[in-house]
């Protein structure tokens, strides 16, 4: 079977043959319909990540797929869809870029109903991050003013979506012209390379909460936009500067 493993940290993966997995007691034998290219991958991938899997390494700390076999006392049967993050994957062991892996049973999640591979293999991490900012940490109201900060990227457009959801008005700042297009319908969006664009954000400081997916020497600066007595929320560390996204 094919999979896409890193020989060097710091490097491109290479799609090779590689061995075929042996389920293990308390394993579950995945065929991978769909992987995730998450950022967690490329500062795995990077080698200044804590956690380092032996070189050579499949990658892929996400992905869904269909069960071919697993331990009858699982309460996982052939056939059954589910998502795979967690146990080690692509952090400790080889992940899911690949056609089969083998996974513990903890890093299965049985789906609820079906869904496109792709959406199955990418909506848990940024969604449930999402989730915890704007509800468990930040605590969104409903009719506040919320900036949200990389508000195209996969986390901000699910922290943004939700924050609408809870009834707050939602003001997207994006890195780049062409991510305004990406920003969630509903969501002012406002491009951060536009002095013109943002400058009213700091006169006004209308908003209530801050919640930055970027982190970064400018967040300071970005605290600005928040009116006194108002909140922020970091959940990124994605960036050194302001202007990247």
Same mark, same amino acid.
């Given at each position: 079977?094919?999979?896409?493993?890193?020989?060097?940290?710091?490097?491109?993966?290479?799609?090779?043959?590689?061995?075929?997995?042996?389920?293990?007691?308390?394993?579950?034998?995945?065929?991978?319909?769909?992987?995730?290219?998450?950022?967690?991958?490329?500062?795995?991938?990077?080698?200044?990540?804590?956690?380092?899997?032996?070189?050579?390494?499949?990658?892929?700390?996400?992905?869904?797929?269909?069960?071919?076999?697993?331990?009858? #006392?699982?309460?996982?049967?052939?056939?059954?869809?589910?998502?795979?993050?967690?146990?080690?994957?692509?952090?400790?062991? #080889?992940?899911?870029?690949?056609?089969?892996?083998?996974?513990?049973?903890?890093?299965?999640?049985?789906?609820?109903?079906?869904?496109?591979?792709?959406?199955?293999?990418?909506?848990?991490?940024?969604?449930?991050?999402?989730?915890?900012?704007?509800?468990?940490?930040?605590?969104?109201?409903?009719?506040?003013?919320?900036?949200?900060?990389?508000?195209?990227?996969?986390?901000?457009?699910?922290?943004?979506?939700?924050?609408?959801?809870?009834?707050?008005?939602?003001?997207?700042?994006?890195?780049?012209? #062409?991510?305004?297009?990406?920003?969630?319908?509903?969501?002012?969006?406002? #491009?951060?390379?536009?002095?013109?664009?943002?400058?009213?954000?700091?006169?006004?400081?209308?908003?209530?909460?801050?919640?930055?997916?970027?982190?970064?020497?400018?967040?300071?600066?970005?605290?600005?936009?928040?009116?006194?007595?108002?909140?922020?929320?970091?959940?990124?560390?994605?960036?050194?500067?302001?202007?990247?996204?």
């Amino acid at each position: 079977m094919r999979a896409a493993r890193f020989h060097e940290w710091g490097t491109a993966p290479v799609v090779e043959e590689v061995p075929e997995p042996t389920r293990g007691e308390a394993e579950v034998l995945v065929q991978v319909q769909a992987s995730a290219v998450a950022h967690l991958d490329v500062t795995v991938a990077s080698g200044e990540f804590a956690m380092k899997p032996p070189l050579p390494y499949i990658g892929g700390v996400e992905g869904a797929g269909v069960v071919l076999e697993a331990d009858a #006392d699982s309460g996982i049967v052939p056939g059954t869809q589910v998502m795979l993050r967690g146990g080690g994957l692509g952090m400790l062991r #080889d992940g899911t870029w690949t056609e089969r892996v083998c996974v513990p049973r903890k890093a299965v999640t049985v789906l609820a109903s079906p869904l496109p591979p792709e959406v199955a293999a990418t909506f848990f991490v940024p969604a449930t991050t999402a989730y915890v900012a704007v509800h468990d940490v930040a605590k969104v109201r409903p009719e506040e003013h919320v900036i949200v900060v990389g508000a195209a990227g996969a986390v901000g457009s699910m922290v943004a979506q939700q924050a609408l959801a809870a009834g707050a008005t939602v003001t997207g700042v994006v890195g780049r012209t #062409d991510q305004l297009a990406d920003v969630p319908k509903g969501v002012d969006a406002v #491009d951060m390379t536009s002095a013109s664009a943002i400058a009213p954000l700091a006169e006004a400081r209308s908003a209530s909460l801050l919640i930055d997916t970027l982190g970064g020497d400018r967040l300071i600066g970005r605290t600005r936009w928040v009116r006194q007595g108002g909140r922020a929320v970091v959940i990124g560390y994605r960036s050194r500067s302001a202007g990247r996204d």
